[in-house]
T-cell receptor, first 111, second 114 residues
Framework: KNEVEQSPQNLTAQEGEFITINCSYSVGISALHWLQQHPGGGIVSLFMLSSGKKKHGRLIATINIQEKHSSLHITASHPRDSAVYICADLISNFGNEKLTFGTGTRLTIIP | EPEVTQTPSHQVTQMGQEVILRCVPISNHLYFYWYRQILGQKVEFLVSFYNNEISEKSEIFDDQFSVERPDGSNFTLKIRSTKLEDSAMYFC????????????FGPGTRLLVL
């Protein structure tokens, strides 16, 4: 059974700090998604990656396929980054696709 | 920017009633998904849909659930006889090329079964 684990579950940091959220998964995957869930519940896709590293603004996502591990980094964190960050791995098998979600990391950035 | 929309935003129903949750995916997308999130828990995959048929479904998606794309734009999730434990936020998502692209999520429908 595929398991997706995230750490930490909760993270509080001061504005400007460098943030790292970790994600581990147990089976081989096609891709890994990082998602942001706002306090109101809406979900926004941040990254989808299957190898290496991607960067978008202050957000960086990396993945190590051999170690089944991915990290999401936020540089120069800001209170508006406060949200739940979720990783989800995608297993795709002959067009059949299924996302398995982690429990999320609740990030709070204090001004 | 195109977006996925869902209606209603909130629905309250009595146990045993049928509910239909509606989603309008992004217009040129081909792959469609339903997820649910019980309050305080993680998001769970329900079903994926491509080429007018279910391509994958989870153990949660039992005979009480069905999906269809009745008119080429709407994508619906029907729960035939709701149970208390169906209370959750239901998210629809779509993507153009399946696993080759990120998924775009709708804002969700909060379902409360009394």
């Amino acid at each position: 059974k595929n398991e997706v684990e995230q750490s930490p579950q909760n993270l509080t940091a001061q504005e400007g700090e460098f943030i790292t959220i970790n994600c581990s998964y147990s089976v081989g995957i096609s891709a890994l998604h990082w998602l942001q869930q706002h306090p109101g519940g809406g979900i926004v896709s941040l990254f989808m990656l299957s190898s290496g590293k991607k960067k978008h603004g202050r957000l960086i996502a990396t993945i190590n396929i051999q170690e089944k591990h991915s990290s999401l980094h936020i540089t120069a964190s800001h209170p508006r980054d406060s949200a739940v960050y979720i990783c989800a791995d995608l297993i795709s098998n002959f067009g059949n696709e299924k996302l398995t979600f982690g429990t999320g990391t609740r990030l709070t950035i204090i001004p | 920017e195109p977006e996925v929309t869902q209606t209603p935003s909130h629905q309250v129903t009595q146990m045993g009633q049928e509910v239909i949750l509606r989603c309008v995916p992004i217009s040129n997308h081909l792959y469609f998904y339903w997820y649910r999130q019980i309050l305080g828990q993680k998001v769970e995959f329900l079903v994926s849909f491509y080429n007018n048929e279910i391509s994958e479904k989870s153990e949660i998606f039992d005979d009480q659930f069905s999906v269809e794309r009745p008119d080429g734009s709407n994508f619906t999730l029907k729960i035939r006889s709701t149970k208390l434990e169906d209370s959750a936020m239901y998210f629809c998502a779509s993507t153009g090329q399946g696993s080759q692209e990120t998924q775009y999520f709708g804002p969700g429908t909060r379902l409360l079964v009394l």
